[in-house]
Nanobody, 126 residues
Framework: QVQLVESGGGAVQVGGSLRLSCAASGRTFSGYTMGWFRQVPGKEREFVAAITTTDGTADYADSVKGRFTISRDNANSTVYLQMNSLKPEDTAVYYC???????????????????WGQGTQVTVSS
């Protein structure tokens, strides 16, 4: 069993920045891929970014590439999402999830993730 707790969401204006955190507990952090997804009401959960805890290989959705940075702190079992140059279309509830390392090929598919946090709201206003 893995518990994930997201934090760092909030309300910002266009062009602003936020840093989301996802703290994991309950099982070793190593060997997983950690992913960030977002969801707005009525839409499917959308891939944002993912990172392997082993070597830090990262992947980004085209919509956030160059603006968002995913990173991990294995010592503290925490993954971060630094979000810069925020746009109104980034408004969503952001979730982090765990994916077993052997399933890295499926990192963009939310249905393959095993555990999820409760989500944190990000609101970007113009």
């Amino acid at each position: 069993q893995v518990q994930l707790v997201e934090s760092g969401g909030g309300a910002v204006q266009v062009g602003g920045s936020l840093r989301l955190s996802c703290a994991a507990s309950g099982r070793t952090f190593s060997g997983y891929t950690m992913g960030w997804f977002r969801q707005v009401p009525g839409k499917e959960r959308e891939f944002v970014a993912a990172i392997t805890t082993t070597d830090g290989t990262a992947d980004y959705a085209d919509s956030v590439k160059g603006r968002f940075t995913i990173s991990r702190d294995n010592a503290n079992s925490t993954v971060y999402l630094q979000m810069n140059s925020l746009k109104p279309e980034d408004t969503a509830v952001y979730y982090c999830g765990t994916l077993r390392g052997v399933y890295y090929f499926y990192r963009r598919r939310w249905g393959k993730y095993e555990y999820w946090g409760q989500g944190t709201q990000v609101t970007v206003s113009s």
